[in-house]
């Protein structure tokens, strides 16, 4: 199958600043998915982006769906502790409806 | 809403036996469940896409006679790992996505632990 990079792989970040992180691929993707998975849990969904361009929040996350279609970002402001954990995006191409993970980047607050 | 469970969370088994786990969408109807399996510190790979009442499309490299899925109704997908193996020990999560969605809303995951 298909994989996504992601980077950075992990960030230390002290409480309260902004985070940043992207997923790139080599193919097009119809939709991005970014998912938070704590360890031994599933992911939980974060943020849905259906077409190039798109910017999307949910709280103190935002998400963008780049315009060439084969990127995506996710910023976290004002971090917290919670935030704690592993980011994944996930990419549906343009055949099937499966959806292909990203590497995963870890992000530890340090409070 | 959009809740998934698995079970067991957790199972142990000797090598070669058959160990099957359950997923199911507790509070929607699942036309499509995927399966994943994650090595610790990895991302998420997925294993094949299951769509309600029609065999599972694998992904290359993964044995379809190891690995049976079974998805005979739209709250209740099963992932069989037949002749276990050592290899084989590692956390396996299914999601699933309701008709005309793309959303995909994941299980707790199952640790498999062969030994």
């Known amino acids: 199958g298909q994989q996504l990079n992601q980077s950075p792989q992990s960030m230390f970040i002290q409480e309260g600043e902004d985070v940043s992180m992207n997923c790139t691929s080599s193919?097009?993707?119809?939709?991005w998915l970014w998912y938070k998975q704590d360890p031994g849990e599933g992911p939980v969904l974060l943020i849905a982006?259906?077409?190039?361009?798109e910017l999307t929040s949910n709280g103190r996350l935002t998400a963008q769906f780049g315009i060439t279609r084969k990127d995506s970002f996710l910023n976290i402001s004002a971090s917290i502790p919670s935030d704690v954990g592993i980011y994944f995006c996930?990419?549906?191409?343009?055949?099937?409806?499966?959806?292909?993970f990203g590497t995963g980047t870890s992000l530890t607050v340090i409070p | 809403g959009a809740v998934v469970s698995q079970h067991p969370s957790r199972v142990i088994c000797k090598s070669g036996t058959s160990v099957k786990i359950e997923c199911r969408s507790l509070?929607?109807?699942?036309?499509?469940m995927f399966w994943y399996r994650q090595f610790p510190k990895q991302s998420l790979m997925l294993m094949a896409t299951s769509n309600e009442g029609s065999k599972a499309t694998y992904e290359q490299g993964v044995e379809k006679d190891k690995f049976l899925i079974n998805h005979a109704s739209l709250t209740l997908s099963t992932l069989t790992v037949t002749s276990a193996h050592p290899e084989d020990s590692s956390f396996y999560i299914c999601?699933?996505?309701?008709?005309?969605?793309?959303?995909?809303?994941f299980g707790p995951g199952t640790r498999l632990t062969v030994t």
């Open positions: 996930a990419g549906q191409p343009n055949t099937g409806n499966q959806f292909y």
């Open positions: 509070d929607f109807q699942a036309t499509t």
């Open positions: 999601s699933a996505s309701r008709r005309g969605f793309y959303e995909q809303y």
């Open positions: 193919s097009i993707f119809n939709t």
């Open positions: 982006l259906y077409k190039a361009g």
